[in-house]
T-cell receptor, first 113, second 113 residues
Framework: AQTVTQSQPEMSVQEAETVTLSCTYD???????LFWYKQPPSRQMILVIR??????QNATENRFSVNFQKAAKSFSLKISDSQLGDAAMYFC??????????FGKGTKLTVNP | EADIYQTPRYLVIGTGKKITLECSQTMGHDKMYWYQQDPGMELHLIHY???????EKGDLSSESTVSRIRTEHFPLTLESARPSHTSQYLCASSESGDRSEQYFGPGTRLTVT
């Protein structure tokens, strides 16, 4: 069975600083996808970044990047130059052959001005 | 934001009532999903559909039922609401394909008194 673990229930960061959110996962599949989703307070959940397991290169989207360590089954999210609008719940998720997403419990990120 | 809509956004209803939560998307996506999310917690898949007339139960047991008569519409029904059904319900859709992201609706926050 697939599992996703986010060990940091809450994190905080100063505006303009960098923060890293941790995620580990477990799967027996060789081909799968990993996602970070952002859920702002009272707003829709949106995709932040996506990583294909077969790609060794870490995905990057503007200020967001991942550190994908396939052997360690680790998939952390780095947010650079944090902004007030980055404050949200962040969910790590995995999708394998079943095409169903399995989510972690989430990390609540607070950005301090 | 994604073209996926949920109504109502908030619903307070008494025990024993029948309710239907609506979900519609205008993106022509074949796949649609219902998740249950308690405040600050992870998402649990309760139903999904891979196309018209296709519905499956998710990983979390739920007393709700769904139907998929039209591609764009995926309503969720509770025949007799109970306080244990109090939660947030998120609808999502995606294109076919392993790397496809899921687009989420704004959610329905249900309170059963």
């Amino acid at each position: 069975a697939q599992t996703v673990t986010q060990s940091q229930p809450e994190m905080s960061v100063q505006e303009a600083e960098t923060v890293t959110l941790s995620c580990t996962y477990d799967t027996s599949e060789s081909d799968y996808y990993l996602f970070w989703y952002k859920q702002p307070p009272s707003r829709q959940m949106i995709l932040v970044i996506r990583q294909e397991a077969y790609k060794q290169q870490n995905a990057t989207e503007n200020r967001f990047s991942v550190n994908f360590q396939k052997a360690a089954k680790s998939f952390s999210l780095k947010i650079s130059d944090s902004q007030l609008g980055d404050a949200a719940m962040y969910f790590c998720a995995q999708k394998g052959g079943s095409e169903k997403l399995v989510f972690g419990k989430g990390t609540k990120l607070t950005v301090n001005p | 934001e994604a073209d996926i809509y949920q109504t109502p956004r908030y619903l307070v209803i008494g025990t024993g009532k029948k309710i239907t939560l609506e979900c519609s998307q205008t993106m022509g996506h074949d796949k649609m999903y219902w998740y249950q999310q308690d405040p600050g917690m992870e998402l649990h898949l309760i139903h999904y559909s891979y196309g018209v007339n296709s519905t499956e139960k998710g990983d979390l047991s739920s007393e709700s039922t769904v139907s998929r008569i039209r591609t764009e519409h995926f309503p969720l029904t509770l025949e007799s609401a109970r306080p244990s059904h109090t939660s947030q319900y998120l609808c999502a859709s995606s294109e076919s394909g392993d790397r496809s992201e899921q687009y989420f609706g704004p959610g329905t926050r249900l309170t059963v008194t």
